[in-house]
């Protein structure tokens, strides 16, 4: 059905704040994606990161729909996500360390906004019975198998999270700059397969490191990304030379394990 248009629209109260729910002449169920971020907390630049991600991924884009809503200052374009990829985008709001530092109840909201938000839109909207209240056997099988499989998508995305979110958490507790090839293997040892020229090829794709070359580029160490470590050795016939090794300054690895992480999410 290409011509889609809301035939009612609610606020929904959840967790001390308005979900806005839209029902469509598809019989589907549309979330605004802005009250979902207002409601968790965020700041304005992870709701546009999060607007973006819904127009974006690969995956969510198929849910994601824009609605012109009436509201108390007229109508406007409001950015929606099906009610049925609701789970899995939450599940990529990623509770990363600095979230837990700095945002506490911010990420206490998102644990609840994955757990609970889309069964309450859906009690508001749909004549929603759970499986152990339905009296026939194989409606009851095939409500079961619904939950299940919706519980097991939210469950494997938020633990593919966690091999990289707790070496992001380790990298916050050190002090020390790495080579490149140190931070390959500890990735490689928390679940993120890369080798050292692997990860040399996506610093450069990210302008990190130099093309041709592994000498960090001048935006990566204004950024506190990359820092480089100098001496003077003497070459076999006595001539004086001067080397240089980039290493990754904590910054710089948390900055890089939280963007394989986005990558792997996408």
Known sequence: MNNIFPVEQKLVPFNGANLLGVKANDGKVYVGVRWV???????????????????????????????????????????????????????????????????????????????????????????????????????RAERWIEETKEKRMLVEAIEEQKPLVSFAEICMQSDESVKVRDLAHSLSSHGFKIGQNRLFDKLRDWKLICQNSTEPTQRAVEQGLFEVVTGVKQKPTGEPFTWRTPYITVKGQVYVTDRLRKERGA
Request: hydrophobic content about 35%; charged content about 25%; overall charge neutral.
């Open 37 to 139: 971020c207002e409601g968790i907390g965020l700041t304005e630049g992870q709701m546009k990161g999060e607007r973006k991600k819904v127009q974006e991924d690969v995956v969510l884009r198929e849910g994601g729909r824009n609605f012109v809503l009436n509201g108390n200052g007229g109508a406007r374009e409001v950015l929606t996500i099906e009610l049925d990829f609701l789970p899995l985008w939450l599940a990529k709001i990623s509770i990363t360390p600095n979230m837990q530092r700095h945002q506490p109840e911010v990420t206490e909201k998102l644990v609840q906004y994955q757990l609970k938000a889309k069964s309450v839109l859906a009690s508001a909207f749909i004549q929603y019975t759970p499986s152990y209240q339905i009296d026939d056997p194989i409606a």
